[in-house]
């Protein structure tokens, strides 16, 4: 049965303050920067001292809270530094919620990060993976694909993948860094050193860790490895990378000096507010 008009606005008027209430008391509560705390969780297990990563502070000490609240850290932890100690403790959060895979791989995700946060914190500035589909015979994730995309405008030429992301075997010449998204190798075939400088640049500008690999560093033809910086469905291996790339180094497991193309660093979200 159809309410009359003057009923259903007196019912609209009755929820409004509760309706009101809820969105205040959201808006209240303190909120974690996604963007800024995913970063730390791949760079701040990386460092060798306890240097805090910039602008995180706030947003990882309400995680740390949070997860010291469940039992899962330590009090001596909850520093605003997203060591080691607070990804594995992120990783038994995870685990807790049933999660597997990926989706225990310590790095703060969407859902888990929203549940996480239920009446202690709002999370502003989500990101997320998106769907993972099929290109070029590998399978990537939608932030992936659209990275390279952007890096393939600006380069105003094709970029050949050799190995995707996701993989399900697992190839010991990434040593797992290709197991789980954002992660790919780009053929350089018929480019000149030059171009392959230039096409590791485009795509760090964009918001990848790039370096151009050789056969002198690994048991691998030259090609290109990038990873997606923040990409949340990144293995551990390449979070460390990640890590190691904003830490000036090669990426490597020797953890030499960065030999790509000098760029400002940012993620993918901050290029595209820049």
């Given at each position: 049965?159809?309410?009359?008009?003057?009923?259903?606005?007196?019912?609209?008027?009755?929820?409004?303050?509760?309706?009101?209430?809820?969105?205040?008391?959201?808006?209240?509560?303190?909120?974690?920067?996604?963007?800024?705390?995913?970063?730390?969780?791949?760079i701040d297990p990386r460092?060798?001292?306890?240097?805090?990563?910039?602008?995180?502070?706030?947003?990882?000490?309400?995680?740390?809270?949070?997860?010291?609240?469940?039992?899962?850290?330590?009090?001596?932890?909850?520093?605003?530094?997203?060591?080691?100690?607070?990804?594995?403790?992120?990783?038994?959060?995870?685990?807790?919620?049933?999660?597997?895979?990926?989706?225990?791989?310590?790095?703060?995700?969407?859902?888990?990060?929203?549940?996480?946060?239920?009446?202690?914190?709002?999370?502003?500035?989500?990101?997320?993976?998106?769907?993972?589909?099929?290109?070029?015979?590998?399978?990537?994730?939608?932030?992936?694909?659209?990275?390279?995309?952007?890096?393939?405008?600006?380069?105003?030429?094709?970029?050949?993948?050799?190995?995707?992301?996701?993989?399900?075997?697992?190839?010991?010449?990434?040593?797992?860094?290709?197991?789980?998204?954002?992660?790919?190798?780009?053929?350089?075939?018929?480019?000149?050193?030059?171009?392959?400088?230039?096409?590791?640049?485009?795509?760090?500008?964009?918001?990848?860790?790039?370096?151009?690999?050789?056969?002198?560093?690994?048991?691998?033809?030259?090609?290109?490895?990038?990873?997606?910086?923040?990409?949340?469905?990144?293995?551990?291996?390449?979070?460390?990378?990640?890590?190691?790339?904003?830490?000036?180094?090669?990426?490597?497991?020797?953890?030499?000096?960065?030999?790509?193309?000098?760029v400002t660093i940012r993620?993918?979200?901050?290029?595209?507010?820049?």
């Open positions: 049965m159809k309410l009359p008009a003057y009923a259903t606005a007196l019912t609209a008027a009755a929820l409004l303050p509760f309706v009101t209430g809820a969105a205040v008391r959201s808006a209240e509560l303190p909120s974690v920067n996604m963007e800024v705390t995913v970063k730390a969780a791949q460092r060798a001292d306890d240097t805090l990563t910039p602008g995180a502070k706030g947003s990882v000490l309400l995680v740390e809270r949070a997860l010291k609240d469940r039992r899962l850290l330590d009090k001596k932890w909850v520093d605003g530094y997203f060591g080691s100690e607070t990804v594995a403790a992120y990783t038994k959060y995870q685990r807790s919620l049933g999660f597997t895979g990926l989706g225990t791989n310590g790095l703060p995700g969407k859902k888990s990060l929203v549940k996480l946060g239920a009446g202690r914190f709002r999370v502003t500035n989500v990101i997320e993976p998106g769907t993972r589909a099929s290109t070029g015979g590998f399978v990537l994730n939608a932030r992936t694909r659209s990275m390279l995309a952007e890096a393939k405008r600006l380069l105003g030429r094709n970029l050949v993948l050799e190995q995707g992301s996701y993989n399900p075997g697992g190839d010991p010449t990434s040593a797992g860094t290709h197991d789980g998204g954002g992660v790919v190798d780009i053929s350089v075939k018929g480019m000149s050193a030059a171009t392959r400088t230039v096409v590791a640049r485009e795509l760090r500008r964009v918001g990848f860790a790039a370096w151009v690999r050789s056969p002198a560093q690994g048991n691998w033809p030259w090609h290109i490895h990038a990873a997606a910086i923040n990409d949340t469905d990144l293995s551990g291996q390449a979070q460390h990378q990640v890590g190691d790339y904003y830490l000036g180094r090669n990426g490597l497991a020797n953890r030499g000096p960065d030999d790509g193309p000098k993620t993918w979200e901050e290029y595209k507010r820049r």
